[in-house]
């Protein structure tokens, strides 16, 4: 598992955790996943679009595959 830190939005910047997963290390193939949430709120999104309703609550989530089809293979740091 990995953590990335930061999120940065109209000027406002603020740690948060991004907390993903990578599988299929030394395979030639994987997969990288992971989600965050964060209150739009906090970073000055405080109105919205005429009309339409977004909620507050933020949820980001990643979900990357990919393939390697040449080249050397990819090495992890931990």
Same mark, same amino acid.
């Given at each position: 598992m990995f953590d990335a830190l930061? !999120? !940065?939005d109209r000027g406002v910047? #603020? $740690?948060e955790r991004l907390t993903f997963?990578?599988?299929g290390?030394?395979?030639g193939s994987g997969e990288? #996943?992971?989600?965050? !949430?964060f =209150?739009? #709120? =906090?970073?000055?999104m405080n109105k919205g679009i005429p009309f339409v309703t977004i909620a507050d609550r933020v949820e980001v989530i990643v979900d990357l595959k990919g393939k390697r089809v040449s080249g $050397? $293979? *990819? *090495?992890?740091k931990q």
């Open positions: 930061h !999120a !940065a910047t #603020k $740690p997963t990578v599988t290390k030394g395979t990288i #996943k992971g989600t965050m !949430a =209150d739009r #709120k =906090d970073y000055g $050397p $293979p *990819v *090495v992890f």
